[in-house]
């Protein structure tokens, strides 16, 4: 049995369908020639390049990924020191294509010790990385937090030394290569 299938298509976008399926080339090939004709025959204008014959393979071996999303919620203290409030981590399963590796900051509104935190010395980060399969979870999460603290660093340079408060501002700051 072939490890493939040749797929008919045609159109673009809404108008892309899927007109029939083959285990064969050259059969998918004579089915386009025919419609071709067909439509010809009723005052259709079809361009010669409107179908498409798409390979797909059947039973592929589709890699399955881990993602880790990392959240850190943190202040800063009376005395202008960051203090890490809570931290919480999720594993995710995707398709691999589906990751989107990012760092998103954001400040928010608090209640501690019975007193309401401003935004200004809240933050929340978010952080989604593709997980290494082949090391275990927890040294992942490591590593993922160890990008976190770095993370916080440069958000406190950006916001104290920088004088920058813009929160789109401070998320492309960060996420710069």
């Given at each position: 049995?072939k490890?493939?299938?040749?797929?008919?298509?045609g159109?673009?976008?809404?108008?892309y369908?899927?007109y029939?399926?083959?285990?064969?080339?050259?059969?998918a090939?004579?089915?386009?020639?025919?419609?071709?004709k067909?439509?010809?025959?009723?005052?259709?204008?079809?361009?010669?390049?409107?179908?498409?014959?798409?390979?797909?393979?059947?039973?592929?071996?589709?890699?399955?990924?881990?993602?880790?999303e990392?959240?850190?919620?943190?202040?800063?203290?009376?005395?202008?020191?960051?203090?890490?409030?809570?931290?919480?981590n999720?594993?995710?399963s995707?398709f691999e294509?589906e990751?989107?590796?990012?760092?998103?900051?954001?400040?928010?509104?608090?209640?501690?010790?019975?007193?309401?935190?401003s935004t200004?010395?809240?933050?929340?980060?978010?952080?989604?990385?593709?997980?290494n399969?082949?090391?275990?979870?927890?040294?992942?999460?490591?590593?993922?937090?160890k990008?976190?603290?770095?993370?916080?660093?440069r958000?406190?340079?950006?916001?104290?030394?920088?004088?920058?408060?813009?929160?789109?501002?401070?998320n492309?700051?960060?996420?710069k290569?």
């Amino acid at each position: 049995m072939k490890n493939k299938v040749y797929i008919v298509t045609g159109g673009t976008y809404s108008d892309y369908s899927i007109y029939a399926v083959f285990s064969d080339k050259e059969k998918a090939k004579e089915y386009i020639k025919n419609k071709l004709k067909i439509e010809e025959s009723y005052d259709c204008l079809y361009d010669k390049d409107y179908f498409k014959i798409e390979v797909w393979h059947i039973d592929e071996n589709i890699e399955i990924a881990e993602e880790i999303e990392l959240e850190m919620t943190f202040r800063y203290n009376d005395i202008g020191n960051i203090e890490i409030i809570k931290i919480e981590n999720e594993i995710y399963s995707e398709f691999e294509a589906e990751i989107k590796e990012k760092i998103t900051y954001d400040e928010i509104f608090m209640r501690i010790e019975d007193k309401t935190i401003s935004t200004s010395t809240v933050g929340k980060l978010r952080i989604t990385r593709k997980k290494n399969n082949n090391k275990d979870n927890e040294s992942e999460i490591e590593r993922i937090k160890k990008i976190g603290y770095d993370t916080i660093k440069r958000i406190t340079y950006i916001k104290k030394v920088l004088g920058i408060d813009d929160i789109e501002e401070i998320n492309n700051m960060i996420n710069k290569n």
